[in-house]
């Protein structure tokens, strides 16, 4: 480290670091709520130093008069030193403030330290993602090669509290192409505040999968969370906002989700999010990308959830624009796997359809009205019913298992222009221009160890629908049934236009010990009782094959 960098840091530490408690009263254990910011980021293009012009970015935004009220910050995936330098990060057990343990940056990298002196400063909770350097014989127990230099890459999560000692370290789990490690073990990690909120931490593709996001909540009990994410946005069921929206809601937990600010290349995405109120802020950039703080006002859940006993089976108000494909650069789902209709939309009638769509023996029933909107050339908007039960077939990732049923937008008849958002000349010729006046998809779903059910829907503008306008419905018909009946519909006297995606995401994750899927000894393994009578309850269009064969 250069002898003026050090002096600078040190400089920094004695005006910032060493007069913490000088920010606005912070809310008190005994508050109702917490206030929050997300940070909307993007990163600097600079090719030398990066990390300084981001450093000096995020200094800037946690000083501003919009963070002034904040509680706790948290900053996006990626966006301080994905370029490098790479850091140690203290253990928390150590309870180490970079800022007073290592003011001259010797050991930690020069901007881990100078956050850590800006917590004090403004004494608020910082959350930060790095990119981690580990010595590989801190972990003995790890029989895995090590890299040449003895060190271990990770994407963490780090956490300041108000006196910038570092209180809690995440390594994300689910990596997304990354030239990074993942740890041994998976670790689950929490963190307590002074304003009564204890905190789960997870990264980005995490989200998918029930280790470490879900399992929190259903092991733990924990009722809030932290998000950082440079997500890439992917059409029709796993935008960005609509995906972070989904989650909370099913969940009924509170989230604060940061996202990396590059639509140019499909990342965008932040929101502080109330369970089943929805967001309370979100925001969905297209363009170059923005540098800013999102604050809200969070409920506090008043107790924190019941841990679940694990069983046997383990193993309108606001303006909307549109975004176009030359303003925000999205990814598509495979689409092709779908069992998929046409929507028979005709020109300026209005019209109404009921449909059973089904993948093999999983079915999805469609309720659907609509009206035509004036404008445009005359075209029609196109729309497709769809029903998938299998794995996503993204390469070279970590796979999860998905059963879905949803409507989704498309630029044309056939299934190749769905998933994708329309050129700016096709939207000023054409748009949404349908409007639906009744729409509702009922499902039966198996239960499985672990598995969560997701109102799933987005808008032209990428951001989801309000909570107020749809209702959503998961039931088991009695205490000893092994599935669950699902509708998701919109209220009543609620029409929406302009829609994207409109779908029950179903998420099985590694899909083990799901009802009605294996041998009936397997599923006598799992705990299912009654095994060789599932398969009359999975569906009644079984019942009458089954009657044949018991017959014969």
Not at 27 to 44: C, K, L, N, P
Not at 127 to 144: H, M, Q
Not at 247 to 260: D, E, F, P, S, T
Request: charged letters at 20%; glycine letters at 8%.
């Amino acid at each position: 480290m250069a002898t003026n960098s050090g002096w600078r840091l040190l400089w920094l530490c004695l005006t910032l670091g060493l007069l913490p408690g000088l920010s606005h009263q912070a809310s008190i254990a005994e508050s109702d709520y917490y206030t929050a910011g997300v940070v909307e980021f993007r990163q600097s293009v600079l090719s030398t130093s990066p990390w300084s012009d981001n450093l000096a970015g995020y200094l800037e935004i946690i000083q501003s008069a919009n963070a002034s009220e904040t509680d706790i910050i948290v900053f996006p995936e990626l966006t301080i030193n994905s370029m490098g330098p790479q850091t140690f990060v203290p253990d928390p057990k150590e309870q180490i403030a970079p800022c007073l343990n290592d003011p001259s940056a010797l050991y930690y990298a020069e901007f881990l330290v100078s956050l850590s002196c800006a917590a004090r400063n403004v004494s608020k909770y910082l959350v930060i993602n790095v990119s981690e350097k580990k010595l590989c014989t801190d972990t003995p127990e790890d029989p895995r090669p090590c890299a040449y230099d003895g060190l271990n890459i990770h994407n963490t999560n780090v956490v300041f509290d108000r006196q910038g000692v570092v209180i809690s370290r995440y390594r994300k789990v689910h990596l997304y192409g990354e030239n990074r490690n993942t740890t041994y073990e998976p670790e689950l990690e929490t963190f307590e505040t002074d304003f009564g909120v204890t905190f789960g931490t997870f990264t980005c593709f995490d989200i998918l999968f029930y280790t470490p996001a879900h399992q929190l909540i259903l092991e733990q009990g924990i009722t809030d969370f932290i998000y950082t994410t440079m997500w890439f946005s992917q059409l029709p069921f796993l935008t960005a906002v609509q995906t972070q929206q989904a989650w909370a809601y099913a969940n009924n937990v509170n989230m604060l989700a940061a996202g990396a600010s590059f639509p140019l290349v499909g990342s965008s995405g932040s929101g502080i999010y109330h369970g089943r109120e929805g967001a309370l802020t979100s925001v969905m950039v297209q363009g170059t990308g923005e540098r800013s703080i999102h604050v809200a006002q969070v409920p506090k859940y008043t107790v924190r959830r019941p841990i679940r006993q694990r069983r046997q089976r383990r193993a309108l108000g606001t303006t909307r624009e549109a975004i176009s494909s030359s303003n925000f650069t999205m990814k598509r789902d495979y689409l092709e796997n779908y069992q998929s209709e046409l929507l028979p939309i005709a020109e300026n009638q209005s019209g109404n359809l009921t449909k059973d769509i089904c993948y093999g023996t999983f079915c999805c029933h469609f309720d659907i009205e609509w009206r035509p909107l004036e404008g445009g050339s005359g075209r029609s908007a196109s729309y497709r019913l769809g029903a998938y039960d299998g794995w996503r077939n993204e390469q070279n990732v970590d796979a999860n298992y998905i059963r879905n049923c949803g409507l989704f937008a498309c630029t044309g008849p056939t299934l190749e222009e769905c998933g994708g958002l329309p050129s700016s000349e096709k939207l000023e010729e054409q748009g949404l221009r349908v409007a639906f006046t009744r729409l509702e998809i009922g499902v039966t779903y198996p239960e499985s160890s672990e598995f969560l059910l997701m109102p799933n829907t987005v808008l032209d503008d990428l951001l989801p629908l309000e909570p107020s306008r749809f209702e959503w419905s998961q039931e088991q018909p009695s205490e000893d049934s092994y599935q669950y009946d699902v509708r998701f519909g919109l209220r009543d006297s609620v029409e929406v236009s302009n829609l994207l995606t409109f779908a029950i995401y179903g998420n099985y994750y590694d899909d083990k010990c799901t009802f009605g899927v294996g041998s009936e000894e397997q599923q006598v393994a799992c705990g299912y009782k009654n095994g060789s009578s599932r398969l009359v309850l999975f569906g009644a269009g079984l019942l009458m094959p089954l009657l044949l064969l018991l017959r014969g």
